[in-house]
């Protein structure tokens, strides 16, 4: 699986978009881009995932580059909720072994009032 | 509402009492996972099963057990805990075909060994 890097913690202010970017330029073809969060030792919320096209859904947009070495995840208009730690994952998107993720050190996000 | 179901969420026991932590799913789901999160070490998987009676061993699965007698519970046992796997328990599960890595996570189980 292709490795993935994204800054280490963003800030935010209530009600304004938040663009949390991640690097992945040794993703092959056939690696999706995952995104999912972690709000304060809870279990990890899967938010959205994509191939090559962008992608929309009722918590998140996803931005893929054209040639797919990194991506942006877009929450377009964050509250105090929203902190948390987001991880961005390149994964084939069936492996056959146990559909293991792993999530690396993640993006700290802090929606501010 | 689609859930996944661990008990407890927190225990404390002593060196070598075995105990189990339960994970129960509601949605019919194929693949479950038991992950541990320490600091700084982010999230292992420690056991995960793709079906009923179907288990394999994760990153880390010294000193865990698990089993699969039925398709919605999956739960881990610690036979002889020691403070070593004093730590964050995830169960997390999975459906199959596209949807197959929108893995649902239990809301954890903190335990500490003493």
Redesign the interface.
């Known amino acids: 699986d292709a490795k993935t890097t994204q800054p280490p913690s963003m800030d935010c202010a209530e009600g304004r978009a938040a663009n949390l970017p991640c690097n992945h330029s040794t993703i092959s073809g056939n690696e ?1 881009v ?1 995104w999912y969060r972690q709000i304060h ?6 938010i959205i ?1 994509g191939l090559k096209n962008n992608e929309t859904n009722e918590m998140a947009s996803l931005i893929i580059t054209e040639d797919r070495k990194s991506s942006t995840l877009i929450l377009p208009h964050a509250t105090l909720r929203d902190t948390a730690v987001y991880y961005c994952i390149v ?1 084939v ?2 492996s056959g ?5 792993v ?3 993640g993006t700290i996000l802090r929606v501010k009032s | 509402e689609a859930q ?1 179901t661990q008990n407890p969420r927190y225990l404390i026991t002593v060196t070598g009492k075995k105990l189990t932590v339960t994970c129960s799913q509601n949605m019919n789901h194929e ?1 479950m ?1 038991w992950y541990r999160q320490d600091p700084g070490l ?2 292992r ?1 420690i056991y ?3 079906n009923v009676e179907v288990t ?1 061993k ?2 880390v699965p010294e000193g865990y057990k698990v089993s699969r007698k039925e398709k919605r519970n999956f739960p881990l046992i610690l036979e002889s805990p020691s403070p070593n796997q004093t730590s ?1 328990y ?1 169960c ?1 599960s ?1 459906g199959d075909g ?1 949807r ?9 189980t ?1 335990l500490t060994v003493v």
């Open positions: 999706y995952y030792s809870q279990g990890p919320q899967y995932h994964r998107g069936w072994y146990g559909n293991k993720l999530f690396g050190a | 996944v693949y996972s982010g999230l998987q995960y099963s793709m394999d994760g990153d964050l995830f997390a999975s596209d197959t890595l929108e893995a649902f996570f239990g809301q954890g903190r």
